[in-house]
């Protein structure tokens, strides 16, 4: 009887889990649902579809759809349309002092070290495209002054073929019978060499409620430009220009009110101001690399007139304070993905030079009775300036479902503040207050992504407050130290 070996059998070929890394970069930019989902903190995104569905008219409008984000409106020289007041999670809302609030990723306040408020928000409703705002996790890259998150304005994107709109909204006054509307325009498109242009206007003409000292004018333009000459690497030149005059009617006291709520008692105070920046962006993004370099030169003036009543007299007088202000900056950023065994990672390391001067005058009137007041006299001016250098480094680590986000930044600041005395109009002396402040600012992420729906999250950080200029002469800083709940405490800086 014959027997035969069995034959041994083939194994069939195992494929093996494919790996793909790609570098996000900067994740303020393209901002989407994804991206949000992604993102290991507190991110909501107002898009321009749901604002036009809820018929948002307005930047505060805007806002108020976000969780945890409060908009008011307060009284002095946050009391106009020109203003915005914004607070995070139960922080002060008054000119939004707390936040890192960008336009396209260039900060808006006046001086983002030394004048950080919000006094005049030159951003416009029919600009816009998206508001991105992020409450956690975004420490590292965006600072320093962010305890009250990162609120960024995506202006309308250049479109690929030629387009454009017009668009009107009005409010309208049933008490007073007044008018305010916002015109807006845009139109632009792509040619076929890779040379985008886009042109945008937005503004607001006209009155509020009340019935007196109560009228808004702005214009906001900006002119964009982009060049993709290879299809990794493109350079977007933006010039924008925001003029704008809002009249303040201030409150009205309990009785007041209830004789008359559309009246007002104030006939002088008002704000104005203009903004003049221009932007330079260079970026570089390939499936392992995105590097980008963004610089920008910003002018803005601003000045305002308040009248206040002088306590047991039938006189007031009329305080005035114009202030200049310019500042330079340069960011230039890099991610690169990377894979570790089965984890996929991503470090960015950036950096950030801004320089800052200012000019700032306060005086009033003497006291008077009469409609048209008397000469001012001066109280006081200052020059200040800052140099600051930031550098930071992020690493996102990829644990299957896990992510964990480790950071630091550091901030070198150094600020300074020639500020003069004057009594009756003459002058009294001159100080020179000045401070450097060194800090490490680190942060932590954490996020378990549960599926396309689910995560959850859970992330802290540091936050720090620099010196501003009209504080200098009293030469100490706060260091703010957040968690997710929103919870903050703070330390003095000697």
């Known amino acids: 009887m014959a027997s035969y070996a ?9 494929a093996l889990k494919t790996i793909t890394v ?41 806002l108020k ?14 009391g106009s349309d020109v203003s915005l007041n914004l607070g995070v999670r139960g922080l002060t809302s008054r000119l939004s002092p707390r936040s890192t609030v960008l336009m396209d990723g260039v900060p808006l306040s006046f001086a983002p070290y030394g004048q950080p408020q919000l006094s005049m928000a030159p951003v416009s409703m029919g600009n816009i495209e998206s508001v991105d705002v992020v ?66 206007y937005s503004g607001t003409k006209g009155n509020g409620y009340r019935e007196a000292n109560n009228d808004i004018d702005i214009d906001d333009v900006m002119l964009k430009s982009s060049y993709q000459f290879t299809d990794q690497d493109a350079l977007a030149v933006n010039l924008h220009h925001y003029e704008g005059r809002g009249e303040m009617p201030e409150g009205l006291t309990t009785a007041d009110y209830a004789k008359n709520p559309y009246q007002s ?15 330079v962006k260079y970026s570089h993004k390939d499936e392992l690399n995105n590097f980008e370099v963004l610089g920008y030169y910003v002018d803005s003036f601003r000045t305002s007139d ?12 009329i305080s005035n ?25 991503e470090v960015t390391v950036g950096y950030r030079y801004l320089q800052e001067d200012s000019s700032e005058f306060s005086g009033r009137t003497a006291p008077y009775n009469t409609a048209t007041g008397i000469p001012g006299e001066r109280l006081a001016n200052s020059e200040g300036g800052t140099k600051a250098h930031a550098v930071y ?50 942060s932590l992420a954490l996020q378990y992504n549960f599926n396309d729906q689910w995560n959850i999250f859970a992330n802290a950080a540091v936050s720090f407050g620099p010196q501003q200029y009209n504080q200098l002469a009293k030469v100490e800083g706060t260091q703010a130290i957040t968690t997710l709940d929103g919870r903050s405490a703070s330390r003095k800086i000697k």
Not at 65 to 78: A, H, I, K, L, R
Request: aromatic share 8%.
């Open 22 to 62: 790609q570098a996000e970069g900067n994740w303020l930019e393209e901002a989407n649902a994804e991206k949000v989902h992604k993102h290991a903190g507190a991110r909501s995104i107002v898009d321009r579809k749901k604002m036009d569905e809820s018929a948002v008219t307005s930047i505060r409008d805007a």
């Open 393 to 442: 480094i992020d690493n996102c680590f990829g644990l299957g479902a896990l992510t964990i986000t480790p950071g630091v930044r550091f901030e070198s600041i150094k600020t300074h503040n020639d500020y003069s005395t004057y009594q009756n109009g003459k002058f009294i002396n001159t100080v020179h207050p000045k401070i450097k402040s060194d800090e490490f600012l680190p």
């Open 306 to 317: 308040l009248e206040s009543a002088i306590e047991g007299s039938a006189n007031s007088r």
């Open 6 to 14: 069995e034959e041994p059998q083939e194994t069939a070929p195992q």
């Open 135 to 200: 409450r956690g996790a975004g420490t590292v890259r965006f600072g320093p002054q962010n305890v009250g998150g990162i609120i960024n304005f995506n202006t309308r994107a250049i479109p690929e073929k030629l387009s454009g709109s017009v668009g009107l909204t009005t409010e309208f006054a049933t008490g007073t019978d007044q008018l305010k509307y916002s015109p807006n325009l845009f139109i632009g498109g792509t040619m076929e060499n890779g040379l985008g242009l886009a042109l945008l």
């Open 65 to 78: 759809q976000v969780p945890g984000v409060q908009v008011q409106d307060s009284n002095g020289t946050g």
């Open 265 to 279: 008692n104030q006939y002088r105070n008002y704000f104005a101001g203009r903004r003049s920046d221009v932007s």
């Open 321 to 345: 304070s114009p202030r200049d202000y310019k500042y330079f900056g340069i960011e230039p950023r890099y991610s690169r993905a990377y894979s570790l065994g089965n984890m996929n990672n």
